[in-house]
């Protein structure tokens, strides 16, 4: 599932789903704009998992969830706790990232 969040609710996304993977990005940043088609590829291929796009501009408590301070940042999150996150522009980082849930 991709959920391509417009307020500033990922704390509920994060709690109603046991597995959730996010990618904070902003309109006017290049790496989040190339990574999102990969981030996308990966939530077709991941459906036990939930992945959320999430404007960091317009999200700041949705940022504090993963100590946002660089973009693109994506973070997993286990049943409503943060396990890890990254800042990449590489997808091979990604999908390792999402495999430490995923299986």
């Known amino acids: 599932m991709l959920i391509d969040l417009n307020e ?5 996304v994060v709690n109603s789903n046991e597995k959730v993977v996010v990618q904070y990005s902003a309109s006017w940043c290049g790496n989040c704009r190339i990574m999102k088609p990969k ?3 990966l939530a077709t291929e991941n ?3 939930t992945f ?6 317009n999200a ?3 940022r504090k969830l993963a100590n946002v301070s660089n973009l693109p940042t994506f973070a997993t999150f286990v049943n409503g706790q943060l396990v ?3 800042q ?16």
């Open 8 to 12: 500033d609710t990922l704390q509920d």
């Open 39 to 41: 981030f996308k590829k």
């Open 47 to 49: 459906e036990n998992v």
């Open 52 to 57: 959320v796009l999430v404007d960091a501009e």
């Open 60 to 62: 700041p408590e949705s």
């Open 84 to 86: 890890n996150q990254t």
């Open 88 to 103: 990449t522009n590489k997808a091979e980082v990604l999908s390792e990232l999402v495999n430490e849930i995923a299986n």
